[in-house]
């Protein structure tokens, strides 16, 4: 009679959480804004020379700061 019970509040439990799942996803809106292309043009082809002279020999990456990327509103 346990047994029974038991799975009978686990469904219960099952159907309760994929209800909670199926409702309206919940929308954050960040105070910021893109600012656009990460590199310029001059940057961009700096980068892509960099990486062929480099070869199989290293990685490059661009240092970017977050204020490159975002701005606040």
């Given at each position: 009679?346990?047994?029974?019970?038991?799975?009978?509040?686990?469904?219960?439990?099952?159907?309760?959480?994929?209800?909670?799942k199926k409702s309206a996803p919940?929308?954050?809106?960040?105070?910021?804004?893109?600012?656009?292309?990460?590199?310029?043009?001059?940057e961009r082809s700096f980068y892509?020379?960099?990486?062929?002279?480099?070869?199989?020999?290293?990685?490059?990456?661009?240092?970017?700061?977050?204020?490159?990327?975002?701005k606040p509103i």
């Amino acid at each position: 009679m346990e047994f029974i019970v038991l799975i009978l509040a686990i469904i219960v439990l099952i159907v309760i959480f994929s209800r909670i799942k199926k409702s309206a996803p919940i929308s954050i809106e960040a105070p910021y804004e893109l600012i656009g292309p990460l590199f310029t043009p001059a940057e961009r082809s700096f980068y892509g020379v960099l990486t062929i002279a480099c070869g199989d020999q290293a990685i490059v990456f661009g240092k970017v700061r977050i204020a490159d990327i975002l701005k606040p509103i």
